[in-house]
């Protein structure tokens, strides 16, 4: 009779007593209360790195999805960006020094757009007030008086060259365009060129002799003409430069007194009255257009404009790409420091881009099509990125290393990328001052340091989750208030108290731990809204115990068509496991499936064959390369754990095999090496194993049982087994002791157990499994290197003994 007694139901499973629960139900649980995350590592991490303004200390929240990492980031972001300085606008505006390098401007948050419509609107009104001035009496009369000079100047220049003219027999004509042309005169009439061309050739060549000696003393009338003209454009010019500047006073000089002192940038400054000048030194670009008839069905009349009449542009045609403003970052709206969560970090959309727009056939661009990336967008505040997300685009991940050691971003055109180089634009760098905050998995922490020296220099601060907390009274309080804010945030049905109660249960059995609760609050989250939908369905008004529970049943039978579908080979014995009787040399091990994110256990028949010979202990597996390398540590520890218990007096010389039968997928892991164990030293001592016990746990070359994983998924398959073939009372699992915390069966499991018809066995040894499996005594190792006579371990020494004779007699007949 072995000494190991099987556990309690009590151990097999951790149930909250619903009076426990110190909330009527999840109404009554306070909003504001317990808001503590669980998550302190982290919290004091995002303290430290976010109080640090030195380069460098940019933070890395490793940890696995499904623990709401970005939900806690954001939670603990927000109140703390809110009491932040909201960092100013970002505009771009036009160089006119040299227009390939557009300059930036600071300017308080909300000014970058008013400034971009204040200038729209003052040049739409400096168009219409020179319209204006120009119609009326002081400009007309000025520029009259300027005609008339220039007028009465080319009359008598016109009226001498005349007069030259006639004294040599000819007539200066002069045409709509202003050209001049000399005329014969024949007997007092002007002849036209009919009549010159029908003249004799003779009479032809003396005209023309005649014509061309008086063009040189005219040509001299003709310069002053020239100069005259001349004279009329600069006064003229002159004059509009004048107006204009008028008209400049009167509407972009208030303006610029208007932004200046809010803005209180230099830049700006230097800016507008550099914009000035060029408006007064391109006067084309404001003065209107000689007026054209528009065809009156090129524009469609709208309201308030008569058809023919366009719309107004912002800015006329030729001024557009110098005196626009580029709003590149807009924090009008604003309310502390910005956080971006960016979620397609491509290139362009992480670090900005220059656009090109088609023009005749070719690609231009100007300071206008500058845009502005995530990275600046949360300049001054923060910037959260998905590692996973971001290393999809190397050269995205490449130019924010960049950025960050430098601390400028540098605004690239896209052609660069590519290769193709062609003449753009050089914008000024924009000053980074920002915590990025990448998020991303452990594994993926320790690829970065090792793959990149520059990780290190830029992250320095790891912010590291944990996947649980401790189930105590303060604990289930905290677990609460967060099944309360779950409750508010997806607009749940409330919780009464017995499904207060399972949330809690499930949270253990999310992490499997008795001690723990998973903070895995995605997958709680899952379960409680399902729970919630049945519970409106069924038109409830608070979702109770049972609901709950028909929530995880459905849950689970929507996932486990593929556990079914192994359960009808089972029950058809086409897998062949057996779960009654006894056999030699074989024995019911346990292993984990999984499809998607649904877990399942399933027994399978472990064997094992030994002979005379010195092959070894064949690993089935690992020959039919099926085995992982985990799963062939396991085999050599078991080779080991012979050698040390049974070579004290003589070497071990035998050959034989194990492996899992009717597996045709990869082995991994050290799980069912306790199994694997039990069915050589059955098969060596010739001792049968009772096959209603399934065996998990992994063995250390001491022979101790070591915890495994997925202990309550093993469970539950071997016992479904075992009741579709029918419970017998003498079924039942052993497993490692140190696993019995890992425990949480499900209540059709641990009714069974109460009632006398499964049991589970805890062990530390592999001494006590084998009692189990086979009612024998292991027995003790005696001085003289034997076994205790009649045990289990004195079989299998004598076996192995027996063995090495017969090997040594055949090696000398050879």
């Not at 084309?284 to 054209?292: F, G, K, L």
């Not at 049991?759 to 290197?785: Q, S």
């Amino acid at each position: 009779m072995s000494k190991t007694l099987p556990l309690s139901p009590e151990k097999l499973r951790t149930s909250l007593d619903p009076a426990r629960v110190p909330f009527a139900d999840s109404n009554a649980i306070p909003r504001n209360g317990q808001r503590q995350s669980p998550q302190t590592r982290v919290l004091k991490a995002l303290e430290l790195g976010l109080n640090i303004t030195a380069r460098g200390f940019n933070i890395y929240l490793a940890g696995e999805a499904e623990l709401g990492r970005s939900y806690l980031l954001r939670d603990y972001l927000t109140p703390r960006a809110r009491k932040g300085v909201t960092p100013p606008d970002l505009v771009y505006v036009h160089n006119f020094e040299d227009p390939d390098a557009p300059i930036l401007l600071p300017l308080p948050a909300g000014q970058g757009v008013r400034l971009k419509a204040a200038l729209g609107k003052v040049f739409v009104r400096i168009q219409k007030e020179i319209a204006v001035r120009l119609e009326r009496g002081a400009y007309t009369r000025r520029r009259t008086l300027l005609m008339d000079k220039f007028q009465s100047q080319r009359e008598r220049l016109l009226d001498k060259m005349n007069k030259m003219a006639l004294a040599q027999g000819f007539n200066l004509g002069m045409d709509e365009g202003g050209g001049m042309t000399l005329y014969p005169m024949v007997e007092g009439r002007r002849l036209n060129e009919q009549e010159y061309e029908s003249l004799e050739e003779t009479r032809r060549k003396e005209l023309k002799v005649k014509g061309d000696s008086l063009m040189e003393p005219m040509s001299g009338f003709l310069r002053k003409l020239a100069r005259a003209e001349r004279n009329l454009t600069d006064a003229e010019r002159d004059l509009e430069r004048e107006m204009v500047d008028e008209v400049l006073k009167s509407t972009l000089d208030p303006l610029a007194e208007k932004f200046l002192p809010q803005c209180d940038c230099e830049g700006l400054r230097i800016f507008m009255a550099a914009l000035r000048a060029d408006t007064l030194e391109n006067l084309d670009a404001v003065m209107p257009p000689d007026p054209q008839p528009a065809p009156p069905d090129r524009r469609p009349s709208g309201p308030g404009h008569p058809e023919g009449v366009p719309y107004p542009p912002l800015y006329p045609e030729d001024m557009r790409g110098r005196y626009d403003v580029n709003v590149f970052v807009d924090n009008g709206a604003a309310l502390g420091a910005p956080i971006v969560f960016e979620d397609h970090p491509t290139l362009s959309n992480l670090m900005g881009c220059i656009e090109r727009e088609a023009e005749m056939g070719a690609l231009v661009t100007d300071f206008t099509l500058i845009k502005a990336g995530a990275v600046h967008r949360a300049n001054g505040g923060y910037l959260i990125l998905h590692m996973d997300d971001l290393l999809r685009y190397s050269s995205a991940w490449e130019a924010l290393l960049r950025a960050l050691r430098s601390g400028v971003s540098r605004i690239e055109d896209a052609g660069e990328e590519d290769g193709n180089k062609a003449k753009g634009l050089r914008p000024a760098p924009v000053p980074l001052s920002l915590k990025v905050i990448l998020i991303g998995s452990e594994d993926l922490y320790e690829i970065l340091l090792d793959a990149d020296d520059r990780f290190n220099k830029l992250f320095k601060i790891k912010a590291h989750f944990t996947e649980y907390m401790p189930r105590n009274q303060a604990g289930i309080r905290t677990y609460l208030h967060h099944i309360r804010r779950i409750i508010d945030d997806d607009g749940l049905l409330p919780f009464d108290r017995e499904a207060l109660a399972a949330l809690v249960d499930h949270g253990s059995r999310l992490i499997e731990d008795q001690q723990r609760l998973s903070l895995r609050f995605p997958r709680l989250r899952e379960i409680m809204v399902e729970a919630s939908a049945l519970a409106t369905m069924a038109g409830k008004d608070m979702v109770d115990g049972a609901m709950l529970r028909r929530a995880q049943d459905a849950r689970n039978f929507r996932s486990n068509l593929v556990e079914e579908l192994y359960m009808e080979e089972y029950d058809r014995r086409i897998i062949k496991v057996v779960t009654k009787g006894e056999a030699v040399g074989r024995a019911n091990g346990l292993a984990v499936s999984s499809f998607g994110d649904f877990e399942f256990g399933l027994p399978h028949q472990i064997s094992c064959t030994v002979g005379a010979g010195s092959g070894g202990i064949i690993d089935l597996e690992r020959d039919a390369q099926l085995g992982g390398p985990i799963h062939t540590k396991a085999m050599m520890i078991l080779k080991s754990y012979l050698v040390g218990s049974f070579a004290h007096n003589k070497p071990l010389v035998l050959t034989g095999s194990l492996g899992f039968e009717q597996n045709y997928v990869g082995i991994e892991g050290d799980s069912a090496s306790g199994a694997e164990l039990a069915a050589l030293l059955s098969a060596l001592a010739g001792v049968p194993i009772r096959l209603s016990f399934a065996f998990t746990g992994a063995v250390g070359q001491s022979g101790e049982i070591m915890a495994v994983g997925g202990v309550t998924r093993k469970i539950e398959g071997y016992f479904e087994v075992c009741r579709r073939h029918g419970l017998t009372g003498k079924q039942g699992v052993i497993m490692p002791r140190d696993n019995i915390d890992h425990a949480l069966l499900h209540g059709s499991v641990v009714e069974a157990v109460a009632a006398g018809q499964f049991h589970i066995y805890a062990v530390e040894h592999i001494t006590e499994a084998m009692e189990l499996l086979t009612g024998l005594p292991p027995g003790r190792l005696r001085k003289d290197g034997t076994y205790t006579p009649g045990s289990l371990y004195d079989r299998v020494d004598r076996r192995l003994a027996e063995l090495t004779r017969i090997s040594t007699r055949s090696n000398r007949r050879r």
